[in-house]
């Protein structure tokens, strides 16, 4: 017997039967739709994939989301929390990632393509190119994009150059030519490394003092000048008992972020063997001639008492010190240079703010930047909290001030990536900001509820399930999640994917990207020929 045609169904059942069972049909589906509710309530948060009805927008969207990503990922600055969004949404849409061997590419020496899993020089025939670079690396630009013809980064770096943060071109300054142009000569030489050209670079910064605190307890024992010293306070009173530059892991223990970023030092902070800390990079980024000979002397203790004013989130330094580093012309190239490599860089105190430009400029959907933090150690209570030293005690704002003032780079870094975030945010317009950051909040913690036993990060005790436990290193505990029980199967992948850390994520992704090759036993392969 075929299957009944329309005809034939009419035939069989005959008008009024049909009115009477489309009549029923209806009932039921209003009965349903009624009961329906409390059903969908009980899922707030994990229609993930189809929402944020109330984003006002196209319903077709007017720009193609961007999938080639290097993100620089900072040490000790909610990087990993970061990362865990990257992870998911490559992992959902099945992109490449550029994997190190282990968990980072040679850190701390500087990243060399050669480190990444897969790799092969020159394109490597039929291998199609990477999609996201993300793991902890020390920033090498050159070993990490691909130069095909004239760069537009020689552009990006003129311009970036020729003006201050006000648009005015800087007197004194001398164009500079980009240390990449310069080695390859403009337009030359096609080198295929990691990622492609178009990639859209990012990173994230944390104000030092936060820093400070996190990587003091963090790496107290990785950091020669932290084990000896007692506390960040004993440490940050007289940094330079403890501190020796080149000395076993004290790349932690000052200016860590312009370390992570690549960025050369300035002769009097470099080993006494001439280089920068760590001592075997083989090779160290080059600043244009000249630049070092008049790299300005920094004081260390000319930034004793930095004013950040940011309530507003405009970070400002009243003091003379901070005018000594703005007239710095070494600070101002290399931030020049950084402004003219990264197309967005993050701020941890204003993590949410970033996501949501973050999103805009990727033109990613908000759900796709909505994640839960990670790496967070008990007690260390400075995540996710706008700058400004309001609420803390004296002595606590002193150890600020030290801490800004001896990790003096990253102060200029964390000044100037705070200032080109929040112009960015004018641009954005502030109130449609704070809408999209109220949403994505709201998500995060509907989210949480749903996913999350207690509905937060946990001490690692209660972490049982080897998968969510996270790393744990340093003096503190580091916090992670237990996810409810009774998810449905959906669920259950989605709140995963939000609860996993770092490094199971990463030997997840790597087991995808590198299946284990199923090898034919020899014995089999050699059968006895009859
Ligand atoms: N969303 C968000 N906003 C602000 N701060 C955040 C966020 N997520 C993580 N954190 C804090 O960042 C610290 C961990 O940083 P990383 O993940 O970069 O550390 S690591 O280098 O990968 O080990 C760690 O700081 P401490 O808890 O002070 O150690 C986290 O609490």
């Not at 059903?39 to 707030?44: A, E």
């Not at 793991?135 to 201050?164: I, P, Y």
């Not at 150690?377 to 995540?383: I, L, N, P, T």
Request: glycine letters at 8%; a positive charge.
């Amino acid at each position: 017997m075929g299957p009944l045609s329309p005809t034939r169904t009419m035939r069989l059942w005959g008008p009024r039967s049909l009115g009477v069972a489309l009549g029923v049909f209806m009932t039921i589906g209003f009965a349903l739709q009624l009961w329906g509710g409390p059903f969908q309530r009980r899922l707030p948060g994990l229609q993930l994939r189809q929402s944020w009805a109330s984003t006002p927008g196209p319903a077709v969207p007017s720009c193609l989301p961007r999938q080639r990503l290097v993100f620089l990922k900072t040490h000790k600055s909610g990087s990993s929390s970061v990362l865990s969004l990257l992870h998911r949404y490559g992992d959902r849409h099945g992109l490449r990632f550029a994997l190190p061997a282990r968990y980072q590419f040679g850190y701390p020496k500087l990243f060399q393509a050669s480190r990444v899993k897969g790799y092969r020089p020159q394109g490597g025939g039929t291998q199609s190119p990477f999609h996201i670079l993300c793991h902890h690396m020390r920033f090498n630009l050159k070993e990490v994009r691909s130069v095909e013809g004239v760069d537009r980064t020689g552009e990006r770096w003129a311009h970036a150059c020729s003006q201050d943060h006000q648009g005015r071109r800087p007197q004194a300054w001398r164009l500079p030519r980009h240390p990449l142009t310069q080695e390859l000569g403009m337009g030359a030489t096609k080198v295929l490394q990691v990622m492609p050209s178009d990639s859209f670079f990012f990173s994230i910064v944390r104000d030092p003092a936060a820093l400070a605190r996190s990587a003091f307890s963090y790496y107290k024992s990785t950091s020669s000048a932290f084990r000896k010293s007692p506390s960040l306070a004993a440490f940050l009173d007289n940094p330079r008992a403890f501190y020796q530059p080149g000395a076993r892991g004290d790349h932690y223990a000052r200016n860590l972020l312009w370390f992570d970023f690549g960025l050369p030092f300035p002769p009097e902070m470099r080993t006494k063997r001439g280089n920068p800390h760590p001592p075997r990079d083989p090779n160290p980024p080059q600043l244009p001639s000249g630049v070092g000979l008049r790299a300005h002397t920094l004081d260390p203790n000319a930034l004793f008492h930095p004013v950040p004013t940011v309530a507003d989130g405009h970070s400002q330094t009243s003091s003379s010190a901070s005018l000594d580093l703005r007239s710095s012309s070494f600070i101002q190239w290399n931030l020049a240079w950084l402004d003219s490599v990264f197309d967005l860089v993050l701020v941890a105190e204003y993590f949410d703010e970033s996501l949501v430009l973050l999103a805009d400029a990727l033109c990613w959907s908000l759900d796709d930047v909505v994640g839960f933090m990670h790496n967070a150690q008990a007690g260390g209570g400075q995540g996710g909290s706008a700058v400004g030293d309001g609420g803390l005690t004296a002595e606590d704002r002193q150890l600020s001030a030290r801490a800004r003032a001896w990790n003096n780079l990253d102060w200029a870094l964390y000044v100037h990536f705070n200032r080109s975030l929040w112009a960015r945010i004018k641009q954005y317009g502030q109130s449609r900001l704070d809408s999209a950051v109220a949403e994505l909040r709201a998500r995060r913690e509907a989210l949480a509820k749903h996913c999350l036993v207690g509905g937060e990060a946990l001490d690692p005790k209660y972490i049982t399930d080897r998968r969510f436990r996270p790393f744990q290193f340093g003096s503190g505990k580091v916090l992670g999640y237990v996810l409810q029980s009774g998810l449905s199967l959906q669920d259950q992948e989605e709140c995963e994917r939000l609860a996993t850390p770092e490094l199971q994520y990463k030997d997840k992704l790597d087991a995808k990207q590198f299946p284990p090759t199923v090898s034919v036993p020899l014995k089999t392969s050699r059968l006895p020929s009859p």
